[in-house]
T-cell receptor
Framework: ETGVTQTPRHLVMGMTNKKSLKCEQH?????MYWYKQSAKKPLELMFV???????ENNSVPSRFSPECPNSSHLFLHLHTLQPEDSALYLC???????????FGNGTRLTVT | GNSVTQMEGPVTLSEEAFLTINCTYT??????LFWYVQYPGEGLQLLLK?????DKGSNKGFEATYRKETTSFHLEKGSVQVSDSAVYFC?????????????FGKGTLLTVNP
């Protein structure tokens, strides 16, 4: 148990579907993140939320839409994705300062 | 900008062999340095960290020393086990220590055979 829970673990969707990824943390952290992990590429930071406010959007296409209703929950809404969006999507949380990032186990997304 | 370069994998070792995974970085200011590990089917976990020059981070038999003069943070373990098979990521945070901008290397896959 990592303290950061992501659902679903696996998701297959067509390019016209709309789906959402969910992340929940029980660590009392104030910051939450979405990362994209693709084969043979460094982890890509997508979004950062600090105290529910978005503080970072790393030029992510609008077909990815994050939502952070409170400090414990983070969503990533997906619509009209492309096959190249297939990847492992990792959620993480942290407390301010030099604390470690705590990652969930990820959602393996396949876009067909 | 900040960047991290780590040795290409995969690395394959026999149990009890010595491990080194090289990591060098480019950064302005004084970044903090990290090693994360990702076991199959899981997310990343912090393995160790160092926050200033000459600091040595250590955990589970792994060590890495923050070398400012060579801008390096190489990961070492004296005797690897099959259970150490995983992907290892070197990372740095921007000066000031905020985790909001961690820069990761591409990862090095380690396989340890019995």
């Amino acid at each position: 148990e990592t303290g950061v829970t992501q659902t679903p673990r696996h998701l297959v969707m067509g390019m016209t579907n709309k789906k959402s990824l969910k992340c929940e943390q029980h660590l009392g952290h104030n910051a939450m993140y979405w990362y994209k992990q693709s084969a043979k590429k460094p982890l890509e930071l997508m979004f950062v939320y600090n105290f529910k406010e978005q503080t970072e959007n790393n030029s992510v296409p609008s077909r990815f839409s994050p939502e952070c209703p409170n400090s414990s929950h983070l969503f990533l809404h997906l619509h009209t994705l492309q096959p190249e969006d297939s990847a492992l999507y990792l959620c993480a949380s942290s407390q301010d300062g030099l604390g470690a990032l705590h990652f969930g186990n990820g959602t393996r997304l396949t876009v067909t | 900008g900040n960047s991290v370069t780590q040795m290409e994998g995969p690395v394959t070792l026999s149990e009890e062999a010595f491990l080194t995974i090289n990591c060098t970085y480019t950064a302005t200011g004084y970044p903090s340095l990290f090693w994360y590990v990702q076991y199959p089917g899981e997310g990343l976990q912090l393995l160790l960290k160092a926050t200033k020059a000459d600091d040595k981070g250590s955990n589970k038999g792994f060590e890495a020393t923050y070398r400012k003069e060579t801008t390096s943070f190489h990961l070492e373990k004296g005797s690897v086990q099959v259970s150490d098979s995983a992907v290892y990521f070197c990372a740095l945070s921007r000066s000031g220590g905020s985790n909001y901008k961690l820069t990761f290397g591409k990862g090095t896959l380690l396989t340890v055979n019995p």
